[in-house]
């Protein structure tokens, strides 16, 4: 069933490659417990103030803005999942993986090419948010797309995916 999972993620994301531009997004929070009310803190914000922002600066008018990012919620919360690449395995923040696919009509607010990141806005927009304290994001590879789903859906317990 997995297997099948991200056979379909990876058809998805391939087909939005025709009008959009796929990114990674790692967002870490400043919480240092777990629990369900943070893990629904750091979704909401992630939901409702990050791509809110990075919507904002892709298109000023509100009500056409939400077609800027066709398909959103392909994002996986992290809390305390040790890995066996970090040496500090201590350390590991609430944090969001995620594919965010940008349509290329968009692409010049939201990314600089000239010197190859996001557009300086966003970050500092989404910087200033009060519990977000870390970001990166980087545009994806084609050949990288399997392995970026698999990457997010690691340890994921099916029924919740």
Known sequence: M?????????????????HCELFTITV?????????????????????????????????????????IPYEYFRYHEYDEKSIFKRDSMNTPNHIH???????KYMGNFWN??????NTRIVKDIKSLRYVSS?????MRSDELSNWINYCLKKKNMENI
């Open 135 to 139: 970001l990166l994001i980087e545009p």
């Open 28 to 68: 870490s929070f400043k919480c240092s417990y777990g629990s369900k009310g943070v893990t629904n803190a750091c979704l909401d914000t992630y939901d409702f103030n990050i791509l809110r922002k990075i919507r904002k600066q892709l298109w000023r008018n509100y009500k056409k803005n939400l077609d800027t």
């Open 113 to 118: 090419y000239e010197l190859k990141r996001v």
């Open 2 to 18: 997995r297997d099948r999972l991200l056979s379909e993620y990876s058809n998805f994301f391939r087909e939005k490659l025709n």
């Open 98 to 104: 995620g594919i965010l696919p940008i349509d290329k």
